[in-house]
C-alpha cells in the first residue's frame, strides 16, 4: 500500500518574491524556502498578481493531476507544485478499482465488494476474490483526500476554476496562459483528459465506450448489497453493438445503475435513460414511483491499442495512455504512473508513457477487434471468462498481473474460432495486406 508521508512535522515555507520570467515580466515565484507556501496560488488568484513561477506545474487536478501531485510530494518535497484545474462544479463521477495495495487514499472508499457477478440470458456466473477487493471511490471525496494531503504539505497548491488556454515552450520552462495570466514551470506535466482524438491507424482499432449512470434510491429494499454486478447483457440488442448493465449496490434501496455501450463511433443518441428504466422494472419489479435518481454520471472513455502520442509536454492520465484498451479501466494505472512519473521527474529522466507488456497488448488487441466485429458473442465470452476461471485468476488479468500460465488458461477459455478470427483480421491490417 503506498501511503502519503505523514507531513505533520515538515517545515515546508513559501516566499512569494518578484522576478522575470522568460519574457521579461515580472513573476511571482513559490519555492520551498520562505514563508508558508500553503494556498500561494490561490493567493495569486485572488490578488491578481501572476504571472506565477513554480518548479511543477500539473495542467488538470483530475484523477492524475492530483495523484502525480502527492507522489511528487513524496519524492521532492522541497519543490513547489501547483495544480491548475478548470473545473467550477463538483465532480459527480465514480472510480471503481480492484484494490492492488495502490490506492493512495484509502480513507475516501464509500463502497467495497468481493463478490461479483456477469448475467446473461442463459445464466449467471459468480467470480470472488475476497484478497483483492472491488472498491468504490467518489471523485469528490478522492478530491478531498488529495487536497489535504497537499494542503497539509505546503509546498504545493491547487487551484480550480482556472480554464488553461494554451501551453508552449520558451527556452527551459513552459510557459502555461490561463485566463489571469501565464504560469511558469521547468516540469509541466498535462493530465487535462483525453487528447483530441485522430482517426486510428491501419490495423488499430478504437471503441467508445459510453454510459449513462444513474444514483437510483427506491422505496424498498431490493439491492443485493453482497454483489457488484459488473456487466449484465441482457439489455444487449441482438444486431446492435456490445450493452451491458452495471449495477453498484450500495445499500438496500441505493445503487449506481448504469447503462454502458461499446460501439465504433461517439455519435448518436442512447436512449441510456429508457433502458434504465426498463431495467429497474425488468430487474426489481420497481414501478416508476418506487425510486428516484439522486445524481448521475455519464461517460465516454476512448479504448483503443494506438500507442499514446508523445506531445511537447509530458503527459498523465488518460492522455498517457492509462486507459486499458479492452476494459476502460484506468484509475489504477494513473496511480501507478503518478509513482512513476515522480520517480522520472527526481531522477532526472524523461516522464514515460504508458505501456504494457508485448503479451497485454497483444490480447488487449485481439479483444477489442473481437468486441468492435463480433458484438453478439461478447456476453457469452465474458460469461466464460467470469464463470469457468478462478476469480482471483480473472483480477490478475484485469489488473495487468497475470502470468503466462494464467494467460494460456484465459485462451483457453476463449471461443477458439471467433478469437482467430479478431487475431487474423488485426494481423493482416497490420501488416496492410488489407484495407482498414
Ligand atoms: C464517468 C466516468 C467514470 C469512470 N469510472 C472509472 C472507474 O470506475 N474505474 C476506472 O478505472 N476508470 C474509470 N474511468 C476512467 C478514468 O479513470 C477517468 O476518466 C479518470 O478520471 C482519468 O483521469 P485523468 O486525470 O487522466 O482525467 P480527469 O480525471 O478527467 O482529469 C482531467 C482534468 O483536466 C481538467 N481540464 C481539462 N481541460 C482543461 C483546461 N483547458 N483547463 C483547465 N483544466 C482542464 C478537467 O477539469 C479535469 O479535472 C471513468 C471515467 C469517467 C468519465
Request: with cysteine; proline share 8%.
Amino acid at each position: 500500500m503506498v501511503l502519503p508521508r505523514k507531513c505533520g512535522g515538515a517545515k515546508h515555507t513559501l516566499s512569494m518574491t518578484l522576478g522575470t520570467d522568460p519574457s521579461g515580466t515580472a513573476t511571482t515565484t513559490a519555492s520551498a524556502k520562505g514563508t508558508p507556501q500553503r494556498g500561494f496560488l490561490r493567493r495569486a488568484v485572488r490578488e491578481n498578481i501572476f504571472p506565477v513561477a513554480a518548479d511543477i506545474a500539473i495542467l488538470g487536478g483530475g484523477c492524475a493531476g492530483l495523484a502525480t501531485a502527492v507522489a511528487l510530494h513524496r519524492l521532492l518535497p522541497d519543490q513547489s507544485v501547483v495544480v491548475l484545474d478548470g473545473r467550477t462544479g463538483p465532480d459527480p463521477r465514480t472510480w471503481c478499482f480492484w484494490d492492488q495495495g495502490e490506492n493512495p487514499v484509502p480513507e475516501a472508499v464509500t463502497g467495497t465488494w468481493d463478490q461479483w457477478e456477469i448475467r446473461t440470458s442463459t445464466g449467471t456466473s459468480i467470480g470472488s476474490d475476497p484478497h483483492h477487493p472491488y472498491r468504490m471511490i467518489h471523485a469528490a471525496d478522492y478530491r478531498q483526500a488529495m487536497t489535504r494531503r497537499l494542503t497539509h504539505t505546503g509546498a504545493a497548491a491547487t487551484v480550480a476554476g482556472l480554464h488553461i488556454a494554451d501551453v508552449r515552450q520558451e527556452s527551459n520552462s513552459f510557459v502555461t496562459s490561463t485566463a489571469l495570466g501565464t504560469v511558469t514551470a521547468p516540469t509541466t506535466l498535462d493530465g487535462r483528459g483525453p487528447a483530441h482524438l485522430d482517426p486510428v491507424p491501419e490495423g488499430r482499432t478504437r471503441l467508445q465506450q459510453r454510459f449513462l449512470g444513474l444514483w437510483v434510491h427506491t422505496t424498498k429494499p431490493v439491492f443485493d448489497t453482497s454483489t457488484v454486478t459488473l456487466m449484465d447483457f441482457t439489455v444487449q440488442a441482438p444486431n446492435g453493438p456490445v450493452q451491458f448493465m452495471y449495477v453498484l449496490p450500495v445499500s438496500p434501496t441505493d445503487a449506481l445503475v448504469e447503462c454502458t455501450e461499446f460501439r465504433p463511433d461517439s455519435h448518436g443518441d442512447e436512449p441510456f435513460r429508457n433502458v434504465i428504466n426498463s431495467y429497474l422494472t425488468s430487474r426489481w419489479g420497481l414501478q416508476a414511483h418506487e425510486w428516484e435518481v439522486t445524481a448521475q454520471e455519464a461517460g465516454n472513455i476512448p479504448m483503443t491499442d494506438t500507442p499514446p502520442a508523445r506531445g511537447s509536454v509530458p503527459a498523465i492520465g488518460v492522455r498517457a495512455g492509462a486507459t486499458r484498451p479492452s476494459t476502460g479501466y484506468a484509475f489504477t494505472r494513473i496511480q501507478q504512473h503518478a509513482t512513476r512519473t515522480a520517480e522520472a521527474i527526481r531522477d532526472g529522466s524523461p516522464v514515460p508513457l504508458i505501456t504494457d507488456s508485448w503479451r497485454t497488448r497483444l490480447l488487449d488487441a485481439i479483444f477489442l477487434r473481437f468486441l468492435r466485429d463480433q458484438p453478439e458473442h461478447a456476453p457469452d465470452t465474458f460469461q466464460r471468462l467470469f464463470g469457468r476461471l478462478p476469480g482471483p485468476l480473472t483480477v490478475r488479468f484485469l489488473t495487468e498481473h497475470s502470468t503466462v500460465l494464467d494467460e494460456l488458461r484465459i485462451i483457453a477459455v476463449l471461443p477458439k474460432r471467433r478469437f482467430i478470427r479478431a487475431a487474423w483480421t488485426t494481423f493482416l491490417e497490420r501488416l496492410r495486406l488489407v484495407p482498414a
